[in-house]
C-alpha cells in the first residue's frame, strides 16, 4: 500500500514537471452562469460554448463552471474565487455581473474577462453579446401573422435595455404585418423560475394571448403553450423537445465561435479589450428551423426578412418610429444608433403599458 | 367574544367575495383566476404542511427545498418510466423520505448541528436531482386527470372550482385536517408535540425520542417531495435542474408565519400562491397593483370593524382603504417590477402578523424544543 502511494506520488511529481517544463500549462477558462446548465435556455448555451472550447482545444485548455450564481454581491465572491484560482479567462454570462466582474478585474489585472450583454468595459474586461432584437424582429414578424386573437404574450424578465430592445423589436415587426397586434407584457423579476414563467404563461392565455414570447430562461411556458395548444418560440435554445406542435420557431444564441476565437487570442497572447456585438449575419443570433405550423409564403417572408437583416439591408428599427409618449424617435428612413439601442429605456407607440424602470 | 369567533370566516368570505367581484369587473375570470391560485399553492402547502409537523416534533430541517427537488425529480423519472403519475407521487414522496432520513440519521444519531445539516441537505438534494435529472431534460411526462364527476364537475363555477381539480388538491386538503386532527385532538399528536415542547421530560417518561422525531422527519421529506412532484407533474410540467427556485425557502417561512397551525400554514400557502397568481394577471391586464394594496386595507379595516371599538382608528382605515382605490382607479399604471414581486412575500407575511397579533400569548406556539440536540441520557 505504501508503495503504491510512494509510486503514484512520484508519478505526479513527474507529470506536475513535465507539464512546467515544456511550458504546455493548459490555459484555464472559467464561467459564471446565472442558471443551471441544464436550463435548456441561456446558461446551457454558454455552456455549449464552452463544451465548444474543450473540443477545440483538447487538453491544452482547461475549463471550469459555476452555476446559478445569482447576481450581486454573492457574484463578485464567485468571480473573485476563479480569478485567484489561476484562471486566465473568464466569462461572466449575464447582466447583473457587470460590476462584480469589474471590481475583480480591477484588482487581478492579469487575467481577461469577459462580460456578456454589459456596457462597462476595461483594460482587462471585454463585452459581448448578441443582436438578439434581429432575431426578434424575425419571431415578431411570424407572432403577428399567426395570432387570432392578435393578443400575444410576452413573458419579461428585468427591464434593462437588452429586454426592452427584444419587446420593441418584436412589436414593431409584428404590427407592421397585423395593425390590430396588442402585446400583453407580464414581468416575473427572475431569469429562471419555471414554476413562475409558467403561472405567467398560464395568466397570459387566460386573458387572451394565443402567441408567447418569453426572455427568461427555462423553456416552461413553451411546456404550457404546448399543453393549452397555442403557440410559442424557442428562447435562447431551439427547445423544440418541449413544445414539438407549439415551437413555431426560436432564436439560438451560438456562442461556440467566440468563445474559440478569444481563447485562441489569450493563447496566442493578442487578446485585447474590446466589445462585440453579433447579430444574424456573424451567426451568433441564429433563427431555429421555420414550424410547418407557419404558412408557407408566411415562412419565405419571414426567412427574406432574416437574409436581408444579415446582409444588412434591412435595420430591426427603421423609422418612423413614435416612443410611447407620441414623440418622433426616428423620422421616415432613419435608423436607430447602437448607443440609443444599448441604452433603450422606452417602449414604442403602441405598446400599452408603462415601462418598469 | 361571539363577534371574534366569527371574525375570521367573515374576512375570508368578504376576501373571496371582493376578490371575485374586482375580477369580474376587470374583465379577468374568477374561475380562471381560482384555479390557477389553487394549482399555484398546493407545492407550497404540501412541503410547509410537512416541515410545522418536523418542528413540531422540536426538529428543524432547512432541507425542505433540497427534499422538494429530489422528489420533484424521482416523481417525474417515475412517471415517465411507468407511465403512471400516482406511482410518480410516490415516488416523489418516497424520494423525499428518503433524503429526509439522510438528515434524521445525521441529526438524531450521529448528533449533527441542525442548522448546518439542513442547508447541507438542500445542497445535496439539488446536486443529486440534477444529476438524476440529466437524462429525463425534454421528455413530457405523462397528464395527470382531474376529477371529473359526470354532473357535479358540469356545473358552471361551482363544477370547475370545487370538482374538477387533480387528486393531489384533495389529498392535500385531506391531509391538512388530517394533521390537523393528529396533532390537536390524538394521543399520538400529543406525544409527537410533547417530544417537541420538551424531549427530556417526554424521554423519562418512556417515550422514544429519537423513533418520534425520526417518524416525523419522514413524514415532512414524504410531504415536500410531494410537493416538488406537484412542481414537475403538474405545474410546470417538465424537469428542469434547479426548478424549484426557492419554493422551499417559502415553506418554511409560512410554517413560521402561520404560527405552527395547520389552517393557517394552509392560508398562508394559499395567500402567497395567490399574490402571485393576482400580480401577474394585474401585469398582463395592465392594472395598477395599488389595487392589491386598496384590497389590504379594505380587508384590515373590516377587521376592525368587528373587532375594535375605536371610531378614529376605523375611520382612519376607511379612509386609507377608499384613498388608495381612487388613485388606483384615476392612475392605472403599473409600478416597477421589482415592487411587483414583492408583493406576494409582502402581503402574505403582513396578514399572517396581523392576523397573530390579536391573541399575542397564544402566538407564542413554537415548539419549545425547537433545533436542539437531544441527548440520550440514562
Known amino acids: 500500500m505504501r508503495f503504491l502511494t510512494t509510486l503514484l506520488g512520484a508519478a505526479a511529481l513527474a507529470l506536475g514537471t513535465t507539464a512546467f517544463a515544456d511550458g504546455h500549462e493548459p490555459t484555464k477558462v472559467g464561467f459564471i452562469y446565472v442558471g443551471p446548465v441544464g436550463d435548456f435556455g441561456w446558461s446551457y448555451e454558454h455552456d455549449q460554448g464552452r463544451l465548444a472550447i474543450e473540443e477545440a482545444f483538447g487538453d491544452k485548455v482547461e475549463t471550469t463552471y459555476l452555476e446559478s450564481v445569482p447576481e450581486g454581491p454573492d457574484a463578485e465572491r464567485a468571480i473573485r474565487q476563479l480569478a485567484a484560482s489561476g484562471h486566465d479567462l473568464i466569462f461572466t454570462t449575464s447582466f447583473g455581473y457587470m460590476n462584480p466582474t469589474l471590481k475583480v478585474a480591477e484588482q487581478f489585472p492579469d487575467v481577461k474577462f469577459e462580460h456578456a450583454t454589459g456596457f462597462k468595459r476595461a483594460d482587462n474586461v471585454s463585452t459581448y453579446s448578441g443582436r438578439f432584437y434581429e432575431g426578434r424582429t424575425v419571431l415578431g414578424h411570424i407572432a403577428g401573422h399567426m395570432t387570432e386573437t392578435n393578443t400575444i404574450g410576452y413573458i419579461a424578465s428585468f427591464p434593462i435595455p437588452e429586454v426592452v430592445r427584444g419587446i420593441n423589436s418584436a412589436y414593431l415587426a409584428a404590427k407592421e404585418v397585423n395593425p390590430d397586434v396588442e402585446f400583453k407584457i407580464v414581468w416575473v423579476s427572475t431569469w429562471f423560475d419555471p414554476a413562475k414563467e409558467a403561472d405567467a404563461a398560464n395568466a397570459l392565455i387566460e386573458q387572451g394571448a394565443d402567441v408567447i414570447m418569453q426572455h427568461t430562461d427555462s423553456p416552461a411556458a413553451m411546456t404550457i403553450a404546448e399543453e393549452k395548444g397555442i403557440y410559442a418560440f424557442g428562447q435562447a435554445s431551439d427547445m423544440k423537445q418541449f413544445g414539438p406542435n407549439a415551437r413555431l420557431s426560436s432564436i439560438i444564441d451560438n456562442w461556440g465561435p467566440y468563445y474559440i476565437a478569444r481563447t485562441q487570442a489569450v493563447m496566442d497572447g493578442t487578446w485585447e479589450s474590446m466589445d462585440t456585438w453579433d447579430g444574424i449575419a456573424p451567426g451568433m443570433t441564429e433563427i431555429g428551423e421555420f414550424s410547418d405550423k407557419i404558412p408557407a409564403e408566411v415562412r419565405a417572408s419571414a426567412q427574406a426578412i432574416a437574409d436581408a437583416i444579415a446582409a444588412g439591408e434591412m435595420h430591426s428599427f427603421t423609422g418612423p418610429v413614435n416612443k410611447q409618449d407620441g414623440s418622433v424617435w426616428l423620422a421616415e428612413g432613419e435608423t436607430a444608433d447602437d448607443g440609443t439601442l444599448l441604452g433603450m429605456n422606452f417602449y414604442v407607440e403602441g405598446i400599452e403599458g408603462e415601462l418598469p424602470n | ?378
Not at chain 2, 430541517?61 to 433540497?66: A, D, I, K, M, P
Not at chain 2, 396533532?183 to 424531549?199: D, K, M, W
Not at chain 2, 397568481?277 to 401585469?283: K, V
Open chain 2, 1 to 378: 367574544m361571539k363577534t371574534a369567533a366569527l371574525t375570521q370566516p367573515i374576512l375570508i368570505v368578504t376576501a373571496l367575495v371582493t376578490l371575485a367581484l374586482f375580477a369580474l369587473f376587470s374583465g379577468l375570470d374568477p374561475v380562471l383566476l381560482a384555479v390557477s391560485i389553487i394549482i399555484a399553492a398546493q407545492p407550497l402547502l404540501l412541503a410547509a404542511l410537512g416541515e410545522m409537523v418536523v418542528e413540531k416534533s422540536g426538529v428543524l430541517n432547512l432541507g425542505v427545498e433540497g427534499m422538494m427537488i429530489i422528489g420533484a425529480i424521482c416523481g417525474f423519472a417515475a412517471a415517465v418510466e411507468t407511465g403512471s403519475p400516482a406511482l410518480g407521487f410516490l415516488a416523489g414522496a418516497t424520494g423525499g423520505a428518503a433524503l429526509a432520513l439522510i438528515f434524521g440519521l445525521l441529526t438524531q444519531y450521529l448528533l449533527s448541528n441542525q442548522v448546518a445539516t439542513g442547508l447541507a441537505l438542500t445542497l445535496f438534494g439539488l446536486g443529486l436531482a440534477a444529476l438524476i435529472g440529466q437524462s429525463y431534460a425534454g421528455i413530457k411526462p405523462p397528464p395527470f386527470p382531474k376529477l371529473d364527476l359526470p354532473g357535479l364537475s358540469d356545473i358552471p363555477v361551482i363544477g370547475p372550482l370545487f370538482f374538477s381539480h387533480d387528486a393531489m388538491v384533495y389529498i392535500a386538503l385531506a391531509l391538512v385536517i388530517g394533521v390537523w386532527l393528529f396533532l390537536g385532538r390524538s394521543r399520538p399528536g400529543l406525544i409527537l408535540r410533547a417530544v417537541g415542547e420538551n424531549h427530556d421530560a417526554a424521554h423519562s417518561l418512556g417515550y422514544n425520542v429519537i423513533l418520534i422525531r425520526l417518524a416525523a422527519i419522514a413524514f415532512g421529506g414524504a410531504l415536500a417531495g410531494l410537493g416538488g412532484a406537484y412542481l414537475s407533474l403538474v405545474r410546470v410540467p417538465q424537469w428542469n435542474e434547479g426548478m424549484t427556485a426557492g419554493a422551499g425557502w417559502i415553506a418554511l417561512a409560512i410554517v413560521v408565519f402561520g404560527a405552527w397551525r395547520p389552517w393557517r400554514v394552509m392560508l398562508g400557502a394559499y395567500l402567497f400562491g395567490g399574490v402571485t397568481i393576482l400580480q401577474l394577471n394585474l401585469q398582463a391586464a395592465n392594472l395598477t397593483p395599488l389595487w392589491l394594496l386598496a384590497f389590504g386595507f379594505f380587508l384590515f379595516a373590516i377587521w376592525r370593524t368587528l373587532t375594535s371599538r375605536r371610531p378614529l382608528e376605523l375611520l382612519g382605515l376607511w379612509l386609507a382603504t377608499v384613498l388608495t382605490a381612487a388613485i388606483a382607479a384615476k392612475y392605472p399604471i403599473s409600478i416597477q417590477s421589482q415592487y411587483l414581486s414583492m408583493t406576494p412575500y409582502l402581503v402574505t407575511i403582513i396578514v399572517l402578523v396581523v392576523m397573530s397579533a390579536d391573541r399575542l400569548a397564544a402566538n407564542l406556539n413554537a415548539p419549545a424544543s425547537l433545533g436542539r440536540v437531544f441527548h440520550k441520557t440514562g
